[in-house]
């Protein structure tokens, strides 16, 4: 079960890994669009993740993949979807999401 694996993965410190992964391998397209797809998945998973993604700089890190790689349709549609899901976790996320860039990130 997805949800399942990703809660234990989250325990076992798999989103700070994957968030430096992205942070370091920063020109690796595959590394961008498989560490947004992740954050995409996450944010669907409950509030409880999605704010983990929020706290942690997903969102930051989806954004900046977005605006390196934005001739990877991949990337953007990860992106837009992770910042829509983020956004839906009410007022307060929505600020944080306007705050972080996600706002442009979608009408780049």
Known sequence: DGPAVRA??????????????MRFLLESVETQ???????????GD?????????????????????GRHSASQRAQLLGCTLIQRLAGG????????AAAGGVEATLE
């Not at 234990?8 to 992964?21: F, T």
């Not at 993604?53 to 997903?58: D, I, M, Q």
């Not at 009410?90 to 999401?97: F, I, L, P």
Request: charged letters at 30%; glycine letters at 14%; a negative charge.
């Open 8 to 21: 234990r993965w989250l325990g076992l410190g798999g989103l700070e890994a994957s968030l430096d992964a």
């Open 90 to 97: 009410g007022a307060e996320a929505r600020q944080r999401v």
């Open 46 to 66: 409950g509030e409880a993740p999605r704010s983990r993604v929020l706290e942690e700089g997903g969102l930051a890190a989806a954004v900046t993949a977005m």
């Open 33 to 43: 669009e498989l560490g947004a797809e992740l954050l995409r998945d996450l944010a």
